[in-house]
T-cell receptor, first 109, second 112 residues
Framework: GQQVMQIPQYQHVQEGEDFTTYCNSSTTLSNIQWYKQRPGGHPVFLIQLVKSGEVKKQKRLTFQFGEAKKNSSLHITATQTTDVGTYFCVNNQGGKLIFGQGTELSVKP | DGGITQSPKYLFRKEGQNVTLSCEQNLNHDAMYWYRQDPGQGLRLIYYSQIVNDFQKGDIAEGYSVSREKKESFPLTVTSAQKNPTAFYLC???????????FGPGTRLLVL
């Protein structure tokens, strides 16, 4: 089945540094969603991208969907300790969510 | 408050025992889902239901069973046939046709 590959698996940053996680697929995706899961918590929906080349921003978070709709990225500017958690890219296939492996972000104060 | 509840938060299973995880939602969502998460990994779909009295297998349905007798409830039974049941189980719901799924707080299942 269709898979979504996500890198890196872990990222440790100093507070104030930027962070980026990347998501790739070998096939064209109809959509990409991003979820955040805090340690010990459950995934929380952040955003959905559906258009080629789409860019959306939420405060310090910038989400991009590639022109070929095969890759996506999440960039966080000036990380804060509240950004700690695992970020998942997800492809929604008619209600069936296909999760990437996730990128675990730790932020050192 | 509207939302999804799962109980219990922690569950211990003995070898050869069936256990049932509860998932309830008062969001009036038609669709409900069960996922399994193993340490350091993403979620994998076990079962999903788009409407009452109907459900479909996900990617890892073996060793699990579900029922959908009421719109609000979608319990998951982990049977003795599931040889590696230790995991974090997450229930989710969505409005049929909508793209966003809302997750419950999860149940951690441990085998004794």
């Amino acid at each position: 089945g269709q898979q979504v590959m996500q890198i890196p698996q872990y990222q440790h940053v100093q507070e104030g540094e930027d962070f980026t996680t990347y998501c790739n697929s070998s096939t064209t995706l109809s959509n990409i969603q991003w979820y955040k899961q805090r340690p010990g918590g459950h995934p929380v929906f952040l955003i959905q991208l559906v258009k080629s080349g789409e860019v959306k921003k939420q405060k310090r978070l910038t989400f991009q969907f590639g022109e070929a709709k095969k890759n996506s990225s999440l960039h966080i500017t000036a990380t804060q300790t509240t950004d700690v958690g695992t970020y998942f890219c997800v492809n929604n296939q008619g209600g069936k969510l296909i999760f990437g492996q996730g990128t675990e972000l730790s932020v050192k104060p | 408050d509207g939302g999804i509840t799962q109980s219990p938060k922690y569950l211990f299973r003995k070898e050869g025992q069936n256990v049932t995880l509860s998932c309830e939602q008062n969001l009036n969502h038609d669709a409900m889902y069960w996922y399994r998460q193993d340490p350091g990994q993403g979620l994998r779909l076990i079962y999903y239901s788009q409407i009452v009295n109907d459900f479909q297998k996900g990617d890892i349905a073996e060793g699990y069973s579900v029922s959908r007798e009421k719109k609000e409830s979608f319990p998951l039974t982990v049977t003795s046939a599931q040889k590696n049941p230790t995991a974090f189980y997450l229930c989710a719901s969505s409005i049929t046709g909508e793209e966003t799924q809302y997750f419950g707080p999860g149940t951690r299942l441990l085998v004794l």
